[in-house]
């Protein structure tokens, strides 16, 4: 199923990165998540939404395709949500807090927050896992 999903869709599918950092810096705001959960704090998740459609416009649109730009780019944008969901694991409020005392995680307990951890972060680590296999399998690109 993975081989057959379009990597043009996959990688533009990063910009919905954009409102989801919009939405957490208003969370921050309304004091419901840490600033380090935003793009003033330790999350840089939204370069990978910015830079979607240039890595889009760069590896597809050019009708030539750099593999390694794209497997570089799908890695970095990893790693950049593997920094995030860390940041968010250790920001709740529970036995394993290490982050945010004074103003922890708990908007992902309300809804419809609670949709980024349980639908949004898995779909857009599946579009970067899904990516990466067709790049190093050379399947449809």
Same mark, same amino acid.
């Given at each position: 199923?993975? +081989?057959?999903? +379009?990597?043009?869709?996959?990688?533009?599918?990063?910009?919905?990165?954009?409102?989801?950092? $919009?939405?957490?810096?208003? !969370?921050?705001?309304?004091?419901?998540?840490?600033? *380090?959960?935003?793009?003033?704090?330790?999350?840089? +998740? $939204?370069?990978?939404? !910015?830079?979607?459609?240039?890595?889009?416009?760069?590896?597809?649109?050019?009708?030539?395709? %750099?593999? %390694?730009?794209?497997?570089?780019?799908?890695?970095?944008?990893?790693?950049?949500?593997?920094?995030?969901?860390?940041?968010?694991?250790?920001?709740?409020?529970?036995?394993?807090?290490?982050?945010?005392?004074?103003?922890?995680?708990?908007? $992902?307990?309300?809804?419809?927050?609670?949709?980024?951890?349980?639908? !949004?972060?898995?779909?857009?680590? *599946?579009?970067?896992?899904?990516?990466?296999?067709?790049?190093?399998? %050379?399947?449809?690109?």
């Amino acid at each position: 199923m993975l +081989d057959h999903l +379009d990597i043009k869709t996959l990688t533009l599918f990063s910009v919905i990165r954009i409102p989801v950092e $919009i939405v957490l810096f208003f !969370l921050f705001e309304h004091q419901t998540i840490p600033q *380090l959960m935003t793009f003033e704090g330790r999350n840089f +998740d $939204i370069l990978s939404g !910015l830079s979607a459609p240039i890595i889009y416009y760069v590896c597809f649109m050019r009708q030539k395709i %750099n593999k %390694n730009i794209l497997l570089i780019w799908n890695i970095a944008c990893l790693a950049l949500l593997l920094n995030i969901v860390i940041n968010a694991i250790l920001s709740i409020p529970s036995s394993f807090q290490l982050f945010a005392f004074d103003q922890p995680n708990i908007a $992902i307990a309300y809804f419809p927050f609670v949709l980024l951890p349980a639908y !949004l972060v898995p779909l857009v680590l *599946l579009s970067h896992l899904a990516s990466i296999r067709q790049i190093l399998l %050379n399947k449809g690109i």
